[in-house]
């Protein structure tokens, strides 16, 4: 049997995007070389000890995070379940805890700085509108022209990481922006299908890693830190809006969250909790002095 095969078949019967197959396959795949070359075993002939084993030794040779450790645990789930139809006993191999980190959020300036000095029209238009509508990479990549309804002022977004279309704010400085980036293409290549298509395949939408790279060689270019990620602009959206007075609620709709406890993270990264709640120590005058 042909096992990752078997398993990336399982995983697109879910309906998930070929860039979530591959990332979803990459630790089964080393767990299967794993068995060949060192265990000698079949998948169905493996013992929890020698799955605990494998855990230890990914980890070790890899450096992997317990985040990651517990990806890895999850794809192990799927693939036993879904592909050999044994029972998963979560006794025999607990997901890690780990520490959870506030994620970067840049100041209002840095973003400025950053987007404004960017002179490719095509990852200026793209960026600039992954923040001024607080968009996943993934929603952006699949933007198709007529999902833009400048007379309405919004975004209809298809591909949303909850399974559910959307709508999200158009920006009119970002319609500008994509106006000058669609204008200044020759008239044949303009985009009619994907908003931001494949240069040498126009038929698909721009490749997920594109958008990282030209992010990270932005930064180099400006001789900054490494910080900035594609949700990061997400992130900013949300963090600013809360800051200037938008309540959870809406956030929540703007996000295209499902719960409410996923919005209110930002309380927790903007600076308005701060300044709208000073500290009882300062209300009881600082110090006391005799």
Not at 55 to 69: A, V, Y
Not at 191 to 213: A, G, M
Request: proline letters at 5%; one cysteine or more; glycine letters at 4%.
């Amino acid at each position: 049997m042909d096992y990752l095969k078997v398993y990336r078949e399982m995983i697109s019967l879910r309906g998930l995007t070929d860039h979530t197959v591959t990332s979803y396959s990459t630790y089964i795949r080393s767990y299967l070389d794993y068995l060949q070359d060192i265990l000698l075993k079949q998948p169905e002939d493996v013992s929890w000890a020698e799955l605990r084993d494998f855990i230890l030794w990914l980890q070790k040779e890899r450096s992997l995070s317990d985040r990651t450790i517990n990806a890895c645990i999850s794809q192990l789930r799927f693939f036993t379940i879904y592909v050999l139809h044994k029972p998963w006993d979560p006794t025999q191999l607990p997901m890690r805890k780990f520490d959870s980190y506030l994620p970067f959020v840049p100041s209002r300036e840095e973003m400025q700085v950053f987007l404004s000095s960017i002179t490719d029209l095509k990852f200026k238009a793209l960026l600039c509108l992954m923040f001024s509508a607080g968009l996943r990479i993934g929603e952006v990549r699949h933007l198709k022209c007529s999902d833009i309804e400048h007379s309405r002022g919004r975004i209809l977004i298809r591909s949303s990481k909850s399974r559910s279309s959307r709508y999200a704010q158009l920006s009119e400085q970002a319609w500008q922006l994509i106006l000058q980036y669609w204008y200044s293409l020759p008239a044949d290549v303009r985009p009619r299908d994907w908003l931001f298509p494949q240069k040498r395949n126009p038929s698909k939408p721009i490749d997920h890693q594109r958008v990282p790279d030209f992010i990270r060689a932005h930064e180099k270019h400006l001789g900054w830190e490494r910080r900035f990620t594609c949700h990061t602009f997400r992130h900013a959206f949300a963090t600013y809006h809360y800051e200037d007075g938008t309540d959870l609620l809406t956030l929540k709709a703007l996000m295209g969250h499902r719960s409410i406890a996923s919005t209110t993270i930002y309380v927790h990264l903007s600076s308005r909790a701060f300044s709208y709640a000073p500290s009882p120590f300062d209300k009881m005058g600082g110090m006391f002095h005799e």
